[in-house]
């Protein structure tokens, strides 16, 4: 069976997630700083799957996926408590968004490598395989087990084992159809769209704007 980490998975996105790898059958190791807190956001969670809590080092260390839910600003921390951690083997998938919400402003922060999913490659070891997704659906639908999500998510990676992995993944979720969008540069167009739903989603009032590609075979 497949363990997953999520490396902050008390988060809003990271909870989500877990609770939707846990039942589609994957054993998730919800991660945290303090697994005291990770404890506490199981516990209120309803049972369903295999679920367990640890540190984030620890959930890394025990697991084949590892799906980075953290704040982007944060990232650069994370990964380097992660980093001599972090297996040959691995497969990260990356969800982070660098915006950011100042006085009710949405602003995109612009890493200097071009996206947050670059940014993130640039800091880990040659031998982690990454791919980003899971950046446009947001972490409430996510979270409504039982609502048609009915939309599609997009892929991007380098690595074709962390594509496959990524694909694989997103079809875990009922309604939504993978869209792989090619090399992991292609991260700054998937940012940039997560950033037009926000803007849609404030500007019509509504919560749960996403996206369904037309045109595709
Ligand atoms: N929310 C959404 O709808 C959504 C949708 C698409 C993508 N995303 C992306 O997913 C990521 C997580 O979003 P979120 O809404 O779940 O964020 P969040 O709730 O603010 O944070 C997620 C978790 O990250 C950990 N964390 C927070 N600050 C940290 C720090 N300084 N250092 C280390 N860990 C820290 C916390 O876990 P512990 O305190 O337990 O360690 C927290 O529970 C973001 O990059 C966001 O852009 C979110």
């Known amino acids: 069976?497949?363990?997953?980490?999520i490396v902050g998975g008390t988060g809003h996105h990271g909870r989500a997630l877990a609770r939707r790898f846990?039942?589609?059958?994957?054993?998730?190791?919800?991660?945290?700083?303090?697994?005291?807190?990770?404890?506490?956001?199981?516990?209120?969670?309803?049972?369903r799957g295999s679920i367990d809590v640890a540190d984030n080092v620890t959930a890394v260390e025990h697991s084949d996926v590892i799906v980075l839910a953290v704040p982007f600003a944060s990232v650069d921390v994370v990964l380097?408590?992660?980093h001599a951690?972090?297996?040959?083997?691995s497969v990260m998938i990356d969800v982070t968004v660098p915006v950011t919400f100042t006085g009710g402003k949405m602003a995109m922060a612009e890493p200097a490598e071009g996206s947050a999913a670059e940014h993130i490659r640039s800091r880990l070891p040659d031998?982690?395989?990454?791919?980003?997704?899971?950046?446009?659906?947001?972490?409430?639908?996510?979270?409504?087990?039982?609502?048609?999500?009915?939309?599609?998510?997009f892929v991007c990676a380098d690595s074709e084992t962390a594509r496959r992995?990524?694909?694989?993944?997103?079809?875990?979720?009922?309604?939504?159809?993978?869209?792989d969008i090619g090399p992991l540069s292609g991260a700054r167009f998937i940012?940039?769209?997560?950033?037009l739903a926000i803007a849609i989603n404030r500007r019509h009032k509504v919560d749960?704007?996403?996206?369904?590609?037309?045109?595709?075979a």
């Open 165 to 179: 992995r990524a694909i694989a993944l997103v079809e875990l979720l009922p309604g939504v159809r993978p869209v």
């Open 22 to 47: 846990a039942s589609a059958g994957l054993a998730v190791i919800v991660g945290s700083r303090d697994p005291q807190r990770a404890r506490a956001a199981v516990a209120a969670w309803p049972a």
């Open 1 to 5: 069976m497949t363990t997953i980490a």
């Open 208 to 216: 749960a704007a996403r996206f369904r590609v037309v045109g595709l």
């Open 85 to 89: 951690h972090l297996r040959g083997d």
């Open 80 to 82: 380097t408590d992660l």
């Open 191 to 195: 940012e940039h769209a997560t950033a």
């Open 127 to 153: 031998r982690v395989h990454l791919a980003a997704a899971f950046k446009t659906l947001p972490a409430h639908l996510l979270e409504a087990a039982g609502e048609p999500l009915d939309c599609d998510e």
